[in-house]
């Protein structure tokens, strides 16, 4: 255990699990079953949605993984060989239990010295945006996923695994019902995609008031709510200055423009504006939004911008967008980026480790974070490290040895 080892208690907020294959089917409606299947394609299983075969994940049932870290160094160190994509992975492995099953998963946990952890799903990320037209069948599905989780990754495992389910918000007495079952059920986290919520009526964004019952009962409830990285369905914007059409493919060779306009991070951002200029932030002052997987390079530059609007129109805001961020947003930092200026601009309170593990953009060792900020004060590393995610989860006390 990290408590053993570096002195204080570890909590990794960016772990993943692998769905089983029927992850998406067990719990599905009977009258929704052909929503969500698995083809044969030259010989390898692909998932489709409504018919539509799927490649935003190359694999989806998941027998084969990418080997944990493959691209760790291709982000820290860039790709100066020019090497493709296949050739920076590499090869797969057979998916280990540990990345299937909890039990497994805290075993490894121990191994790797990591005493706290939430695990996020890994296939959920593509069905929000396939299912954005039909907003019923999205919280039917997002709903069957999240009772999977309940039978194979409890929301709470031994206090150490706290795994996150899914709140699609499109209908919002739909979104309150799932808050309150997966309440209900043990959740201390839920996850959210930074995108328009899709309801009868098409998109719009989640922090209107017509949101509200929902974010009465994040804060009510102390939940904190995670906006990690996700298909937000950006393409879209992408495909018309390529003139083309298709879905996101984020493991493969992206076209330039594409992949320039992808690292600019704009789904978060646009994210991250609606709920402070949209009210969320100021309705519900004692919201915790923790946003995972989306790095950090972007946050001066939003912040800046946010302010400057302020500064024309005053009258119009309860208080200055960069203070209403340093409030109520905490921020995970990508592990090729140094943290030393988020921390300046937000506090070493509002930072918060995660490696991304097992993906493949992941750290193969999370462990090793912690020497990458080694130069920074010995509190604010134990805070990143570990001691930010037990206040924001209500832990009082490391994991006894």
Not at 26 to 54: F, H, M, T, W
Request: glycine share 8%; with cysteine; aromatic share 10%.
């Amino acid at each position: 255990m990290a408590a053993q080892q570096l002195g204080f208690p570890v909590f990794d907020a960016d772990n993943h699990l692998y769905e089983t294959k029927d992850a998406l089917t067990r719990y599905l409606p009977e009258d929704q079953a052909n929503a969500i299947s698995y083809v044969n394609v030259n010989g390898r299983e692909k998932i489709a949605v409504r018919g539509k075969i799927s490649n935003y994940i190359p694999n989806p049932t998941f027998d084969r993984v990418g080997v944990p870290g493959a691209q760790e160094e291709y982000f820290k160190e860039g790709n100066p060989e020019g090497k493709s994509y296949k050739e920076i992975i590499g090869r797969g492995i057979d998916c280990p239990p540990a990345f299937r099953n909890a039990e497994a998963r805290l075993a490894l946990l121990d191994e790797q010295g990591i005493d706290y952890a939430l695990m996020l799903p890994t296939l959920a990320s593509l069905i929000e945006e396939r299912m954005r037209d039909a907003p019923d069948l999205a919280a039917d599905a997002i709903h069957g996923l999240n009772r999977w989780m309940t039978d194979e990754w409890p929301f709470q495992y031994e206090n150490r695994i706290f795994s996150v389910p899914i709140i699609t918000p499109g209908l919002v007495d739909r979104a309150v019902s799932e808050l309150e079952w997966v309440l209900d059920q043990g959740a201390k986290v839920v996850l959210m995609r930074p995108a328009p919520a899709w309801g009868y009526r098409g998109p719009r964004s989640f922090a209107l008031p017509e949101f509200d019952p929902y974010w009465k009962l994040v804060e009510e409830s102390g939940v904190l709510v995670v906006l990690h990285a996700s298909d937000s369905g950006y393409v879209r914007y992408m495909n018309e200055w390529e003139g083309i059409s298709g879905e996101t493919l984020p493991f493969g060779n992206p076209l330039l423009f594409s992949a320039a306009l992808r690292v600019q991070h704009r789904d978060i951002m646009d994210a991250v504006t609606a709920l402070i200029t949209h009210g969320v932030c100021w309705r519900f002052p004692k919201v915790r939004i923790a946003l995972i997987e989306n790095g950090s390079g972007w946050v001066p530059h939003l912040l800046n911008h946010l302010d400057h609007a302020y500064s024309q129109m005053p009258q119009y805001y309860p208080m200055k967008p960069s203070d209403t961020f340093k409030r109520n947003f905490w921020m995970h930092p990508f592990h090729e980026e140094d943290p030393s200026e988020l921390v300046d601009l937000l506090g070493a309170d509002h930072v918060i480790f995660g490696s991304d593990y097992p993906h493949i953009e992941g750290l193969a060792n999370p462990l090793s974070y912690h020497d990458q900020i080694d130069n920074l004060p010995a509190d604010d590393v134990r805070k990143i490290m570990g001691g930010n995610m037990m206040r924001l989860l209500g832990i009082d006390a490391p994991v006894p040895a």
